[in-house]
C-alpha cells in the first residue's frame, strides 16, 4: 500500500523555523521525484522545493528561495523540508508529493498544517 505521511507541521511565529518531514512506504523512493507542495485558503496548489532523484539539484520556486531546504533520504525513504525565516504568507497547507515519468501522476500525503503569525 503506497503512502506518503507528513509530520512537523503546527504553529510559528514569523521569523521562526519549522521542518516537516515525509515518510514514504509502498512503492521504489529512490526511482521517484519528491517534492512539496502548499495550498492556502483559496489558492491553488503550488510547488514549494523539489528534491529529483539520482542526486539531481534541488529547485524551489522564487517565494522559499534562501530560507527553505529540501533533502531526501533515500535509505529511510524520507523527505524533508527545513523552513527558516517564515513569513506569514507561507502559512497553507503543506504536502508530499512524489512522481516519476513512469508514474506522472504519483502519490500525495495528506497534509499537514503551517501558520505562521505572531
Known amino acids: 500500500q503506497v503512502q506518503l505521511v507528513e509530520s512537523g507541521g503546527g504553529s510559528v511565529q514569523p521569523g521562526g523555523s519549522l521542518r516537516l518531514s515525509c515518510a514514504a512506504s509502498?512503492?521504489?523512493?529512490?526511482?521517484?521525484?519528491v517534492g512539496w507542495y502548499r495550498q492556502a485558503p483559496g489558492a491553488e496548489r503550488e510547488s514549494v522545493a523539489t528534491?529529483?532523484?539520482?542526486?539531481?539539484?534541488?529547485m524551489y520556486s522564487d517565494s522559499v528561495k534562501g530560507r527553505f531546504t529540501i533533502s531526501r533520504d533515500d535509505v529511510k525513504n524520507t523527505v524533508t523540508l527545513q523552513m527558516n525565516n517564515v513569513k506569514p504568507e507561507d502559512t497553507a497547507v503543506y504536502f508530499c508529493?512524489?512522481?516519476?515519468?513512469?508514474?506522472?501522476?504519483?502519490?500525495w500525503g495528506q497534509g499537514t498544517q503551517v501558520t505562521v503569525s505572531l
Open positions: 508529493h512524489a512522481y516519476s515519468w513512469t508514474d506522472v501522476s504519483g502519490h
Open positions: 509502498g512503492f521504489a523512493f529512490s526511482n521517484y521525484h
Open positions: 528534491a529529483p532523484n539520482f542526486g539531481g539539484s534541488p
